[in-house]
T-cell receptor, first 116, second 112 residues
Framework: EDQVTQSPEALRLQEGESSSLNCSYT??????LFWYRQDPGKGPEFLFT???AGEEKEKERLKATLTKKESFLHITAPKPEDSATYLC?????????????????FGQGTILTVHP | DAGVIQSPRHEVTEMGQEVTLRCKPI?????LFWYRQTMMRGLELLIY????????DSGMPEDRFSAKMPNASFSTLKIQPSEPRDSAVYFC??????????FGPGTRLTVT
């Protein structure tokens, strides 16, 4: 069974205290791994897509990396405005032709709180 | 671009009533997804369409739920009859050829 597991469930940091969020996956064929940010009362906001092991993407204080079994979202010197729930999701290769219509399987998310 | 548009933003209804949620995807996107989010179950995919055709509705919880996409710029999710356990936030998302899904602001449904 395809599974996506995020850890920790919740993370509390002091402003400036760097850390990482983990997303591990057990899937038969990965087409891509996606990171989203969700603020309370809003829809998830797209951050990154990673397609192959060794790939890295950066945006401001965030850097996402991918291995064959997991992805990390590194947060460098976080600020209170980085507080949010971070979701990862996988897009799988499907069918004999590997067709993917973009169906994502989401993890449960990590709730990040950054204190000033 | 205005992004994905959902209406209404909030819906409060009584058990047994019909509820219709609406979604306008991003222009040019060819896939549309309906999700439900609760604290207990997280984000669940209900159904998705590609080029207006339903591809996978295995996430639709019961026959009380139905979804349509009559054209590339409009989709509805209908619950009839509604029950208190349907209370959740319902999201619509759309994606193009790169499969990056862009979410709408959601509809918060409360069934009393």
């Amino acid at each position: 069974e395809d599974q996506v597991t995020q850890s920790p469930e919740a993370l509390r940091l002091q402003e400036g205290e760097s850390s990482s969020l983990n997303c591990s996956y057990t899937v038969s064929g990965l087409r891509g791994l996606f990171w989203y940010r969700q603020d309370p009362g809003k829809g998830p906001e797209f951050l990154f897509t990673l397609y192959s092991a060794g790939e890295e993407k950066e945006k401001e204080r965030l850097k996402a990396t991918l291995t064959k079994k997991e992805s990390f979202l590194h947060i460098t010197a976080p600020k209170p405005e980085d507080s949010a729930t971070y979701l990862c999701a996988v897009d799988l290769l499907r069918g004999a032709g590997g067709t993917s219509y973009g169906k994502l399987t989401f993890g449960q998310g990590t709730i990040l709180t950054v204190h000033p | 671009d205005a992004g994905v548009i959902q209406s209404p933003r909030h819906e409060v209804t009584e058990m047994g009533q019909e509820v219709t949620l609406r979604c306008k995807p991003i222009s040019g996107h060819n896939s549309l997804f309906w999700y439900r989010q609760t604290m207990m179950r997280g984000l669940e995919l209900l159904i998705y369409f590609n080029n207006n055709v339903p591809i996978d509705d295995s996430g639709m919880p019961e026959d009380r739920f139905s979804a349509k996409m009559p054209n590339a710029s409009f989709s509805t999710l209908k619950i009839q009859p509604s029950e208190p356990r349907d209370s959740a936030v319902y999201f619509c998302a759309s994606s193009g050829l790169e499969y990056e899904q862009y979410f709408g602001p959601g509809t918060r449904l409360t069934v009393t």
